[in-house]
Nanobody
Framework: QVHLVESGGGLVQAGASLRLSCAASRLTFKTYAMGWFRQVPGKEREFVALIWSTGTTYYTDSVKGRFTISRDNAKNTVYLQMNSLKPEDTAVYSC????????????????WGQGTQVTVSS
């Protein structure tokens, strides 16, 4: 059974940085697209960033220039470096694995982690 386990969330002040990690197991990691999504209570899950096996990345407009997604295939891990955090970045962040070239639609992703809370205070 595939497992995705996120870590690195926490409570920070606006302007701070966090790095989220997502470790995958029982998955041919290097062949999958990996995505980060976030969700706040009462709202739909929102796309944040994705990275294909080729290393191609995409971001939602609100995080461009502040967030960086990367992957280490040797460690079966995807990262989300979050800089200049804002209160509106507060959410539960989840990583997901999908067939390569999956896009921004969460329905394209087959496997999900349990999520990690990121809270940014003003």
């Amino acid at each position: 059974q595939v497992h995705l386990v996120e870590s690195g969330g926490g409570l920070v002040q606006a302007g701070a940085s966090l790095r989220l990690s997502c470790a995958a197991s029982r998955l041919t990691f290097k062949t999958y697209a990996m995505g980060w999504f976030r969700q706040v209570p009462g709202k739909e899950r929102e796309f944040v960033a994705l990275i294909w096996s080729t290393g191609t990345t995409y971001y939602t407009d609100s995080v461009k220039g502040r967030f960086t997604i990367s992957r280490d295939n040797a460690k079966n891990t995807v990262y989300l470096q979050m800089n200049s955090l804002k209160p509106e970045d507060t959410a539960v962040y989840s990583c997901a694995a999908g067939t390569d070239y999956s896009g921004r639609n969460p329905q394209q992703y087959n496997y999900w982690g349990q999520g990690t809370q990121v809270t940014v205070s003003s």
